[in-house]
């Protein structure tokens, strides 16, 4: 069965830096396009970045661009996230998602992320 699994979140300083990791298993990890996408407590769930299958082609939401890079190691079935510069409207959970932008059709459990002071 398709698996997703979030890890890297926690707590971190405004200006401090993560990286998300999603390992994925049950399926063909590289020739799916992979996505990142973060829910705020009491908001809905907004895309963040997506990578496509081949890892040549990246995308952003604006509020992360220059700060936040994806990537991919197909040969570890792997996801990441590296986000630097974070600020506290950066604190979400964060959700791996297996399929391009708005286009999911299974999602990891998420991890926290946190940024305060």
């Known amino acids: 069965q398709v698996q997703l699994v979030e890890s890297g979140g926690g707590l971190v300083q405004p200006g401090g830096s993560l990286r998300l990791s999603c390992a994925a298993s049950?399926?063909?990890?590289?020739?799916?396009?992979m996505s990142w996408v973060r829910q705020a407590l009491g908001k809905g769930r907004e895309w963040v970045s997506s990578i496509y299958n081949g890892g040549g082609s990246t995308y952003y939401a604006d509020f992360v661009k220059g700060r936040f890079t994806i990537s991919r190691d197909n040969a570890k079935n792997t996801l990441y996230l590296q986000m630097n510069s974070l600020q506290p409207e950066d604190t979400a959970v964060y959700y791996c998602?297996?399929?391009?932008?708005?286009?999911?059709?299974?999602w990891g459990q998420g991890t926290q992320v946190t940024v305060s002071s």
């Open positions: 998602a297996r399929g391009r932008r708005g286009w999911y059709d299974y």
């Open positions: 049950g399926f063909t990890f590289s020739t799916y396009h």
